[in-house]
């Protein structure tokens, strides 16, 4: 399908002056919780001085694009060093199981003078919209079919019940071309706390599309599966929003050119856009994304038109 997201513009960018020293800059993986009305709290990581991530959020109605309340604390902090989460917190998305909110996200590490790698980790979203750390040992860590560093999960339950979950992992820091061979896998579960791991989800193309991240996955008036996600193509340009399309949510097919949204002309989100988070409220269906910086210059809002 050929998508066409009409941008609403900026919602968001954290100010310097007054904020937090855990978040003194970027607002990126925006993740929106309905609040009440048409007000959202929208999750997203912001990073110290040091660059090391951890959560911060905004209350925003998204009908006015208007910023109800910045929270100036952090919701959840990284970790201390040694920790899974110790440089870093990227958030992906939230799902329920047994009446149970938890939010999935990518924990980063930055061993000296070895490469940066990340696991997957666990929050529960609090029916306060607090949070709290699930357990500090990561749900998925490398292993034989993630061998060497795993990123920004989405989980969707599906028709039957099954939850279904799309994630990022490294296959090589350089396929010949200087750019890295991060793809995105698929991993499935009955009860959403036990994972078994499918491997290749999304197919890569080195050259055009070969570093993917932050998948987003929704399904459409039909009932297939549709994904955005951010990705690069090895050959010097920055991230831009792609998109797949499934029947069943195991095998998708590449459609780049349908995701309907690109960089714009000029402004906040003229270099890069990434990171998207697509969601449905009151018959629409919207996506957050950041922009240039990787978040640096905030996170805006488009709206999808054609369906």
């Known amino acids: 399908m050929n998508h066409r997201w009409e ?3 900026l919602l968001y960018c954290p100010s310097s002056t007054n904020q937090h020293p855990k978040l003194l800059s970027h607002a990126a993986n925006p993740l929106p919780v309905l609040i009440n009305g048409d007000i959202f709290r929208v999750f997203y990581s912001g990073r110290d001085a040091n660059n090391r991530s951890s959560v911060g959020a905004v209350d925003i109605d998204i009908v006015q694009r208007k910023v109800i ?22 958030i992906g998305n939230y799902y329920e199981v047994d009446g149970k909110r938890y939010i999935l996200f990518m924990g980063w590490q930055t061993p000296k003078d070895l490469h940066w790698r990340g696991d997957i980790g666990r929050l529960v979203l609090n029916s306060d919209l607090t949070l709290s750390l699930d357990s500090d040992t990561p749900l998925l860590f490398s292993d034989e079919s993630d061998s060497i560093s795993l990123s920004y999960p989405w989980v969707l339950e599906k028709v039957d019940g ?17 750019e890295m061979l991060h793809v995105i896998n698929s991993a499935s579960s009955l009860d ?3 994972w078994h791991h499918e491997g290749l989800s999304v197919p890569y193309e080195l050259g055009i599309a070969q570093a993917f991240s932050r998948p987003t ?4 008036a039909n009932g ?4 955005w996600f951010s990705y690069r193509s090895g050959t010097g340009e920055k991230y831009r929003i792609g998109y797949a399309v499934s029947v069943d949510g195991k095998v998708w097919k590449l459609a780049l050119n349908h995701a309907g949204i690109d960089v714009s002309s000029e402004g906040w989100d003229s270099e890069m856009i990434e ?3 697509v969601f449905d409220h009151k018959n629409q269906r919207y996506m957050l994304y950041n922009g240039n910086g990787y978040g640096k210059t905030g996170f805006g809002l488009a709206v999808l038109v054609n369906e």
């Open 7 to 9: 941008k609403l513009g």
């Open 69 to 90: 309340q910045e929270h100036r604390q952090p919701f959840f902090e990284h970790g201390p060093p040694g920790s899974f989460f110790a440089d870093g917190v990227s």
């Open 162 to 178: 099954e939850f279904g979950m799309w994630y990022g992992s490294t296959r090589t820091w350089d396929a010949g071309n200087g």
């Open 192 to 194: 959403g706390h036990h």
């Open 217 to 220: 996955v929704a399904r459409d």
């Open 224 to 227: 297939e599966y549709e994904m």
């Open 275 to 277: 990171y998207p988070f």
